[in-house]
């Protein structure tokens, strides 16, 4: 049998591991417990109740279960308590049921069975002075609540009205003695034309229209500066120096805006004093506006103040008539 060197060195090399191998297993001993004979002898019952640390636990379990019992204890009278004036409420209802089926029996029982429909009386029930009060302010509120919008309206309307009216007429007489002045102020008119005559031409239609006022003194340029005696006059004389017609109309439309400018102005101011705060709160319509709605508010918050009252009667009302359904 022919053995080969390799098998021998396969052999070999498990072989040499299993020789040098250092692992070690740990082994855990079983090591029994066994109870000596003072550990007997603590537990017993005499060594027992003697230790202080169960004497300490003994008593602190004995007042925490005093603590409980008198805790539940209290609970206890309170629960006995409310279950009491429970029950003696409910008593009182039956003896108060009974009392009242009583009453209306015997009522009843002194009535006569015979009674025919000729014989009840028709009562007329009156209605108390509360609830004619609470009618009364309800109409009265329903009333003044449609009035005073109404009467805003037209005192606002009225007002606004009566504003523009004059602030539009102060404008058209300060426009109109606006244009009449700056004419008068123009160099030399006067001694070609009496004043009369540009007071007449100025009117609340024309006083701020540029092309009627440059017409005007085109006019009094052309028939008064083309005679002979008028044509050395300070006015013709200053319209030829500065610049002829052309200046001259230049001078109306300036007179035009002038005019235009002081109406606007004055309506403006006129206006805004018409419509301020107090001018609004001098005028009787928005004074007389103001009392009625003071007015209406009272009558409203008494018959708040009636209704809330007539309501905690009649709730009060339901439950004596539940007390005596049940």
Same mark, same amino acid.
């Given at each position: 049998?022919?053995?080969?060197?390799? &098998?021998?060195?396969?052999?070999?090399? /498990?072989?040499?591991?299993?020789?040098?191998?250092?692992?070690?297993q740990?082994?855990?001993?079983?090591?029994?417990?066994?109870?000596?004979?003072?550990?007997?002898?603590?537990?017993? /019952?005499?060594?027992?109740?003697?230790?202080?640390?169960?004497?300490?636990?003994?008593?602190?379990?004995?007042?925490?279960?005093?603590?409980?019992?008198?805790?539940?204890?209290?609970?206890?009278?309170?629960?006995? =308590?409310?279950?009491?004036?429970?029950?003696?409420?409910?008593?009182?209802?039956?003896?108060?049921?009974?009392k009242? *089926?009583?009453?209306?029996?015997?009522?009843?029982?002194?009535?006569?069975?015979?009674?025919?429909?000729?014989?009840? /009386?028709?009562?007329?029930?009156?209605?108390?002075?509360?609830?004619?009060?609470?009618?009364?302010?309800?109409?009265?509120?329903?009333?003044?609540?449609?009035?005073?919008p109404?009467?805003?309206? +037209?005192?606002?309307?009225?007002?606004?009205?009566?504003?523009?009216?004059?602030?539009? *007429?102060?404008?058209?007489?300060?426009?109109?003695?606006?244009?009449?002045?700056?004419? =008068? *102020?123009?160099?030399?008119?006067?001694?070609?034309i009496?004043?009369?005559? +540009?007071?007449?031409f100025?009117?609340? +239609?024309?006083?701020?229209?540029?092309?009627?006022?440059?017409?005007?003194?085109?006019?009094?340029?052309? &028939?008064?500066c083309?005679?002979?005696?008028?044509?050395?006059?300070?006015?013709?004389?200053?319209?030829?120096?500065?610049?002829?017609?052309?200046?001259l109309?230049?001078?109306?439309?300036?007179?035009?805006?002038?005019?235009?400018?002081?109406?606007?102005?004055?309506?403006?101011?006129?206006?805004?004093?018409?419509?301020?705060?107090?001018?609004?709160?001098?005028?009787?319509?928005?004074?007389?506006?103001?009392?009625?709605?003071?007015?209406?508010?009272?009558?409203?918050?008494?018959?708040?103040?009636?209704?809330?009252?007539?309501?905690?009667?009649?709730?009060? =009302?339901?439950?004596?008539?539940?007390?005596? *359904?049940?």
């Amino acid at each position: 049998m022919k053995v080969h060197y390799i &098998n021998i060195l396969f052999f070999a090399l /498990p072989l040499n591991i299993l020789v040098h191998n250092k692992n070690k297993q740990s082994i855990i001993p079983n090591t029994q417990t066994n109870r000596s004979l003072y550990e007997c002898e603590l537990y017993a /019952p005499v060594n027992y109740d003697n230790d202080p640390q169960m004497k300490y636990v003994m008593d602190n379990f004995n007042k925490q279960t005093q603590q409980r019992f008198h805790e539940y204890d209290d609970r206890m009278i309170e629960k006995r =308590k409310q279950c009491k004036d429970k029950c003696d409420k409910e008593i009182q209802k039956i003896i108060l049921k009974d009392k009242l *089926e009583k009453q209306m029996a015997q009522q009843f029982a002194t009535l006569q069975t015979d009674i025919q429909s000729d014989a009840i /009386p028709t009562c007329v029930c009156e209605k108390s002075v509360a609830d004619k009060m609470e009618k009364g302010c309800l109409r009265c509120v329903r009333n003044l609540g449609g009035f005073i919008p109404s009467l805003g309206m +037209i005192g606002g309307s009225a007002l606004y009205g009566a504003a523009v009216k004059s602030s539009m *007429e102060l404008g058209i007489k300060m426009g109109m003695q606006t244009a009449v002045t700056s004419l =008068k *102020e123009i160099w030399g008119i006067t001694s070609l034309i009496d004043d009369t005559v +540009i007071e007449k031409f100025v009117t609340p +239609i024309n006083y701020c229209n540029k092309t009627s006022i440059i017409e005007f003194l085109k006019n009094i340029n052309s &028939n008064s500066c083309g005679s002979v005696t008028n044509a050395k006059s300070l006015f013709c004389n200053a319209v030829s120096r500065t610049g002829g017609v052309e200046r001259l109309a230049a001078r109306g439309a300036d007179i035009a805006d002038i005019a235009r400018f002081e109406a606007a102005e004055a309506a403006s101011q006129k206006f805004a004093q018409m419509t301020s705060v107090s001018a609004i709160f001098s005028d009787p319509v928005v004074i007389s506006a103001i009392a009625v709605l003071t007015i209406a508010v009272i009558l409203l918050i008494i018959y708040l103040i009636l209704r809330y009252r007539r309501k905690k009667k009649m709730k009060k =009302k339901l439950q004596y008539i539940k007390l005596l *359904e049940e």
